[in-house]
């Protein structure tokens, strides 16, 4: 009899650890995918906007006496900013550095044209341009919004996996932090996308 009640306890102690590590496991999987989904969210919002800069550039360089530094500078920021894209599975602090870092000097280089752009009275007045800058200035807002949606689900996620005994099954199955978007330097100071009349 009491050798029944060793072997209950001990089944029941098995299932109960199996019961936690398939849980946790499955939980892990599943806020890792959500991460992950919300990354290609993100990224999807930084090609918008790469996608409105050729334009943006067209219009801008239709103005002859237009400054070529500026624009160069666009181009150039831009040129760097597509070739630094992080699979969503090496979502590491240094991966997310250079991504940040590129898209930083993106950012730099299209405040510096359009502060450059206050000069042109015909370009600040351009129906295309004004229509180009209405879409940057949603696609700022949309990058903004996902930015904190991903950083919220990470978040969650590092939360999760390091929680006990949760963190005992993430180092087991190999569940590693994820990074943050960090705010830019400056970035207390939103930059301005806006041309008024």
Known sequence: MKKWIILG??????????SSIKGSYNNMVQKDEAVKSQWGTVES?????????????????????????????????????????IKPENLNAQSMQQFQAAQGQLSGA??????????????????NFLDLQKQLEGTENRIAVERRKFNELAQDY????????????????G???????????????APKVNFGS
């Open 9 to 18: 306890a001990i089944i029941l102690v098995v299932i109960l650890i199996y």
């Open 110 to 127: 299209l405040s510096r044209l359009l502060v450059t752009v206050e000069q042109y009275p015909n370009l600040k007045a351009n129906e």
């Open 45 to 85: 919002a930084y090609q918008r906007r790469m996608d409105l800069i050729p334009n943006l550039v067209n219009t801008v360089k239709g103005y002859a006496d237009f400054e070529k530094t500026t624009l160069t500078q666009v181009i150039e920021a831009r040129a760097k900013a597509t070739q630094v894209s």
């Open 158 to 173: 590092n939360t999760f996996i390091r929680s006990f005994p949760k963190n005992i099954w993430a180092n087991m199955f």
């Open 175 to 189: 569940f590693e932090k994820k990074t943050y978007f960090e705010a830019e330097q400056g970035a207390e100071k």
